[in-house]
């Protein structure tokens, strides 16, 4: 009698697989990291060229901040659990909204001077204003952030094996978030909100040491 | 306005190391954003002046 047992195969975890969540994993860092450099570069323009943001500026900043805070979640959970879909459609959902708030931030900055001939304010950088580019910024952060969705199931990151990478991309951040929120309340001082073209750094102003 | 936009953020990230929950996280954040957004929507009343 031949034997009836029916032979099951349980599907092995293909290792094409782990791969891409791996390079999930590495991406989300990235994200993060090319998010604090912006934010750490605008900082530098800003001392560098003695100027003071614009209230859209500063506007701009914040929400790539946010932008920034969603993949950051991700990288923060994948540091002591493996991180669930539920956690990575949270965070790059974060980094979707912000992003599109950016966006119209910067998109609005770049319409109050879109007519022709208009000089446009701040600094120039290979032919485009820096609202611009930010506004180019945000478009390619949505993007990013939604085919990180769309890949879910490839990219979510398992696990972490690089706790002393993932500590200094949480940690830069958080050093750029202080930074900024310093200079903003050093431009802002004792003001209820930050003037259309802040002159310069109100709180020193206040406190009469300029 | 902005000073305390950006003291949430702060707050946010000290919340995400010191691993809140993420509905509270995301309370946070959504707090920021529509601290933001409103904010955004209060800058909007300069017009435009699109006469080509």
């Known amino acids: 009698m031949h034997d009836m047992t029916v032979l099951r195969f349980s599907t092995p975890a293909p290792s094409v697989s782990r791969l891409t969540n791996l390079w999930g994993l590495w991406f989300t860092h990235v994200y993060v990291l090319l998010a604090t450099a912006l934010l750490a570069g605008a900082l530098a323009h800003e001392f560098a060229a003695a100027q003071p943001p614009t209230a859209l500026g500063a506007l701009q900043r914040l929400f790539l901040a946010l932008a920034a805070l969603g993949p950051a979640s991700v990288v923060a959970v994948s540091r002591h659990r493996p991180v669930t879909t539920g956690d990575f459609a949270t965070g790059w959902g974060m980094s979707v909204l912000a992003s599109v708030c950016g966006a119209a931030t910067a998109g609005r900055q770049v319409l109050l001077h879109i007519k022709p001939g208009a000089p446009g304010e701040g600094a120039v950088l290979a032919g485009l204003h820096l609202y611009t580019w930010t506004f180019l910024v945000f478009v390619a952060a949505t993007v990013a952030a939604a085919v990180m969705l769309l890949l879910t199931d490839e990219t979510e990151p398992l696990d972490n094996h690089s706790p002393v990478l993932t500590l200094s991309t949480l940690g830069l951040l958080g050093l750029v978030l202080a930074a900024n929120a310093v200079t903003v309340f050093a431009l802002q001082g004792f003001r209820f909100a930050l003037p259309e073209t802040p002159a310069g750094y109100e709180l020193l102003h206040q406190l009469g040491i300029r | ?52």
């Open chain 2, 1 to 52: 306005m902005e000073t305390v936009l950006f003291l949430l953020l702060l707050l946010i990230w000290c919340a995400l190391l010191a691993r809140w929950s993420r509905p509270r996280i995301l309370l946070l954040w959504g707090l920021c954003l529509t601290g933001a957004v409103l904010l955004l929507s209060s800058r909007l009343t300069t017009p435009l002046d699109l006469s080509f």
